[in-house]
DNA sequence: CGTCGTCTTGAGAAAGCTCAATCGCGGTGG
DNA sequence: CCACCGCGATTGAGCTTTCTCAAGACGACG
């Protein structure tokens, strides 16, 4: 339940060139120069314990993180406690973007399992901008993304019922799997039924009850993490259209 | 229905500095030169009717807006026609920051009334941040408002029932109206209760209930679009702690 | 003063929540 | 190696919240 100290971990052993991710993360059409340019900028690579948090919410000290195995999620806390899960990030993903709009992360990051994370501090990664005209574009391309992730997610919560959202999330957990090469109708959750409640917007037990509905109705196959997608076209159509029953369409 | 043509109206009769939303949308400390070359930046005031759009998703005509008078929606929507209301912009707002990431917007905007606003086309924004560091961080100020904004909805939508939810919308559009020397107490409504139930994840039935209870619990006072809030304090304490009756806090 | 659209109110149905019991699996100690 | 423990997940039952459908009221506007 700590922040990991920064700066705790030694160089990554695994130039930037070599990773496996770096398709995700690299700016293509970098040259040689800019390449090293980019590798001497890394800070390090991080190792933080399962439940502890990457950064809080209003932390200064800001930095890019890419994810290299394990799972992050975001949150929001009102002053009661109460939590609302903004994203889950895994390995491929960038997080850290919402503090480069202002000078603090807007939230919490916390680690869903053991996590290795490669990190890039934000005076770093804006002098790089500076140098690399490349990266200011890949930094906007990220930010956007964001901002239309969270807003996917607010026509979610805002318009659909339980069933339909759970489809939704599977649907593009299943798309981005398939975009890292990934079986696209097989894989583990990497999150517990409970933080995926939260970031939907329903109860655990009703969760657990949408994903035994989704299985009667043969379109997955559930068993704790694992799921199996059978019907991918049903479940694409289950998360898409039906959103409400269209009351008031003009 | 249709999307308003841009470059249909005047050049703005009101110069920026002699603008009464100056501080709203002028970053602070412009020299005389300075302020002359965001004077001339400025394309024109662009005058759209109740209903017109003022851009929509994926238009590559790109452009920040300064609303001067009236009231902006933006929204997204499913392919089946499902809409989720994701801002209100009220004069003194800017939008069209959601397009400065990609390159183009990732909503429609859509006038609630008769509405006015400013227009700064994206490449004389753009230019004008390359000559005017100060501008680039009040845009980057901008962007992490309306990340923050989102995420606050998410945590609304995601965490409150439809009381806290409307509770949370009243207390903060009385602090936006105190901030910008209206009275906090007592404001209309820029938006139809359709609009309003949209943007709070309800039915417009239930949003009608809701104000009828806060109005019987002698919270607030509301006829039709005029709404005078009795007992501040009960509010933002309806809208703030209760979310749900936290069963699982640590 | 009528008409239309918006808002409110009522009643019944459905969706989702809470509480409680149980299941199943992984880890631990005998 | 096996019994036990604990936690996360599932399932059931009853209840609350919210939705839907329908009717009626209220206002704005012609």
Redesign the pocket.
């Known amino acids: 339940m700590k922040t990991v100290p920064l700066h705790s971990a030694k160089k990554s052993a695994i130039a930037c060139h070599n990773c496996s991710l770096s398709d995700l993360c690299l700016p293509r059409g970098l040259n040689r120069d800019e390449l090293e340019l980019l590798e001497n900028s890394i800070n390090k690579t991080v190792k933080i314990k399962k439940k502890d948090y990457l950064f809080h919410r209003d932390d200064t000290q800001q930095a890019i993180f890419a994810v290299k195995a394990g799972a992050i999620k975001t949150s929001l806390s009102t002053p009661d406690g109460e939590e609302q899960i903004l994203g889950f990030y895994l390995p491929g993903d960038l997080l850290g973007f919402d503090a480069f709009a202002r000078d603090r992360h807007t939230c919490d990051a916390q680690a869903l399992d053991d996590t290795l994370v490669c990190e890039l501090s934000m005076d770093n990664f804006q002098d790089l901008c500076g140098k690399l005209p490349i990266m200011r574009g890949q930094m906007m391309r990220q930010i956007g993304t964001e901002i239309e992730r969270e807003q996917m997610l607010l026509l979610t919560l805002g318009q659909m ?3 339909e959202r759970l489809a939704t999330f599977l649907s593009s957990l299943s798309e981005r799997n398939q975009e890292r090469g990934f079986s696209p109708a097989e894989f583990n959750l990497p999150m ?3 933080d995926l409640a939260n970031y939907l ?9 949408m ?2 509905r989704l299985q009667e109705e043969k379109i997955i196959a ?1 068993q ?2 694992l799921v199996k997608i059978d019907d991918m076209n049903r479940l694409k159509q289950l998360a898409h259209h039906t959103c ?2 269209a ?1 008031d369409v003009l």
Chains 1, 2 share one sequence.
């Open positions: 019922r339980t069933e517990a039924r409970h917007g329903m109860a655990v037990e009703t969760l657990s009850r994903f035994s559930v704790h993490r409400r029953p009351s």
